[in-house]
Nanobody, 125 residues
Framework: QVQVAESGGGLVQAGGSLRLSCGVS????????SAWFRQAPGKEREFVGG????????SYVDSVKGRFTISRDIGKNTLYLQMNSLQPEDTAVYYC??????????????????WGQGTQVTVSS
């Protein structure tokens, strides 16, 4: 079994920054935190960005390109999401997703087997 846990959410003013972290425990040899999704009230959960654990290619949804950056610490088995220039429309619950190690980035929810509980990000105008 794999457990996923996010941290780092909070309330920030528009234009501010936050960094989310995601760690996994359990069967971590073959399962890695690999993507961030978000879900705003009344909307579907959407892909925000992801990374292939090795060699570390990244992919982002158009609305966050240039503002959000995903990185991972291989030794700590941890995934990060640096969010800059936050806007009210970024307000959502952000979820970390884990899957088996892959060499490409997957953008669909069905491609991820393990999920965290989510962390709230609220951006005020």
């Amino acid at each position: 079994q794999v457990q996923v846990a996010e941290s780092g959410g909070g309330l920030v003013q528009a234009g501010g920054s936050l960094r989310l972290s995601c760690g996994v425990s359990g069967r971590t040899f073959s399962n890695k935190p690999s993507a961030w999704f978000r879900q705003a009230p009344g909307k579907e959960r959407e892909f925000v960005g992801g990374i292939s654990w090795n060699p570390g290619m990244t992919s982002y949804v158009d609305s966050v390109k240039g503002r959000f950056t995903i990185s991972r610490d291989i030794g700590k088995n941890t995934l990060y999401l640096q969010m800059n220039s936050l806007q009210p429309e970024d307000t959502a619950v952000y979820y970390c997703a884990a899957r088996e190690v892959a060499t490409e980035v997957f953008t669909e929810r069905r491609d991820y087997a393990y999920w965290g509980q989510g962390t709230q990000v609220t951006v005020s105008s």
